[in-house]
């Protein structure tokens, strides 16, 4: 290997540092051993928090800086001229010994803002549970009660010297680097959970394709796997089929050893089951071998460019500082290489057939994949807490059950119907999450994922009883939530449709009452009158040589203003009565 392409092994202020030589603007990123897997659901979000503050001091700069938290790792990474490089790094870590509590509040907004426009999948959370890598499907709700004391302690846990790696990429080390940060000890990489009694499984959810992943053994022939795998889904599922625009499939290293296969494919509604039924057909002739050695040959060559790029040593330095804090030794580009031309057909069959045994699918809505050989996800508990019980007036509701050792929401199966019970339960004890509402409200959420709704208006439950289950829950698990306007309520005897089936978590709306529906109607009928003939005036009444051009001004304005006020009452009465839960 020659000098540019060799990664150089040294130390920075205590720190281990990747170093290899580039020509231009210095690169470089300061990496950290934890991530939203190293949290809890009552207090996720930690790590995002003191990543944003870390970041505020550096204000506006001409150079190019960020920062990214994801599942096991955090990165802070800069791009610029040697000395801006330094002042970056040097920051980051001085703010991360002394951050900037005084921010604290905005930056909480800030990151609320962001996690607004996220649409986490869906995947972690039936694979890993609400806990470890599972929590990268939730919110943010540990940011929302979080203390400077709780920011102050987590930075000072896992942001230090021993939990992190630098690495650089430039004409030389740069000068007068400080990287002032506490000592501490390597953190190991985050336990993994499951929420999957039997693999492979499936859950129906959501209208946008069919969507898969798989966890395999990191090697070179998984990474190939995953590209035949795309090419094949592209050949059946737009190219011969049409069925799909968009299908994909992607590699990413959990970096203990197992990697993440994932796949997708779109689908239109009509186009759900032919979709559907080519994703598992081409998921099946992978596993039975069908594997043509041109497609292998096809995603080698492109895996092969990659690593002899001019720029693939300084594009794999972060994954390589990931490795080192993994425990792992980063392999060097020639290892790769020759891994990449020893495989054969046979190493992915091999994959294929490993991924067989852990596959996830989440399928279209009303959709299943049972008839393919996968198992439903489960979504109710083995079991039902004993306790004292609380009932709906809404007919055939499920009922709460609120015990010493947990709660759940049961349902009894229809009359005239084999069957047992069928319930969910959240137990005190591995509770990752409540969620507390002023009115009483609570939502308890169970570490695998199972939630029950606790609401004192529709069930009729009392103060006291309230008090029982939060003085059971973990105090780090409450996550305290703002008032809901108006709370949920009891409804009449007799009222509401049948309740749905119990779920993981549930939805409902209130009803309106009849004065209101009939409100609605009249004050809607009459503010359509109105606005149809303030807007035919408005078009037609400026053409009529009679009138001047201050009355129909006036004319138009008042018309409009009489079907603006017959309208808002229904716009009111709509908003309020329509919330969802």
Known sequence: ???????????????????????????????????????????????????????????????????????????????????EIVAHLTGVCASLVDLPMDRLETEKEILRTEESRREPGQLPLWRYGAQGYGLVSYPEWGVRNASAQDVWQWARTWFTRGNATLWIAGERLPAG?????????????????????????????????????????????ARLYAAVLERELSRALRQEGGYSYTTAADHTSRRDGFALVTAFADALPAKQDAVLGGFVDVLAGLRAGRIAQADLDAVRGRADAALTAHDAVVRRLPGMAEELLAGHLPRTSEELRSELWATAPAHLHAVALEAEGTALMQVPARHSADWAGYTAAPVRSPYAVTGRRFTQNRKDAPELVVGDDGVSLTERPAAGTAGTERAVTVLYRSCAAM?????????????????????????????????VIDAAVPPAAVVQMPPRQPPPRREAAGTG???????????????????????????????????????????????????????????????????????WPVLRIRRRTTRRI
């Open 1 to 83: 290997m020659n000098q540019q392409a060799a990664v150089h092994h040294t130390e920075v202020d205590g720190i281990p540092t990747l170093f290899t030589y580039a020509a231009g603007p210095m690169r470089a990123g300061l990496v950290f051993r934890v991530g939203a897997a190293d949290e809890t659901l009552g207090r996720a979000g930690l790590t995002h928090l003191t990543e944003h503050l870390a970041l505020h001091r550096q204000g506006l700069a001409d150079y190019h800086f960020n920062g990214a938290t994801k599942a096991a790792f955090t990165h802070f990474h800069a791009e610029g001229a040697e000395h």
């Open 435 to 467: 969620l507390s509402w002023p009115d009483g409200g609570r939502r308890l959420i169970g570490t695998d994922g199972i939630t029950v709704e606790v609401e004192p208006g529709p069930y009729g439950i009392d103060a006291h009883t309230v008090a």
């Open 177 to 221: 680097l400080s990287l002032e940060l506490p000592g501490g000890d390597r953190r190991p990489m985050p336990a993994v959970t499951s929420a999957l009694p039997v693999a492979p499984a499936y859950f129906s959810d959501g209208t946008g394709g069919v969507l898969m992943d798989a966890v395999v053994t990191d090697t070179t022939a």
């Open 497 to 567: 449709d049948s309740a749905p089936a119990v779920t993981p978590a549930g939805a409902a709306r209130t009803r309106r009452t009849g004065l209101q529906s009939v409100a609605m109607v009249l004050f809607g009928l009459l503010g359509g009158f109105f606005a149809f003939v303030a807007l035919a005036y408005t078009v037609f009444g400026a053409d009529d040589p009679e009138t001047g051009t201050g009355e129909w001004i006036t004319v138009a304005v008042f018309l409009w203003a009489v079907s603006a006020l017959l309208l």
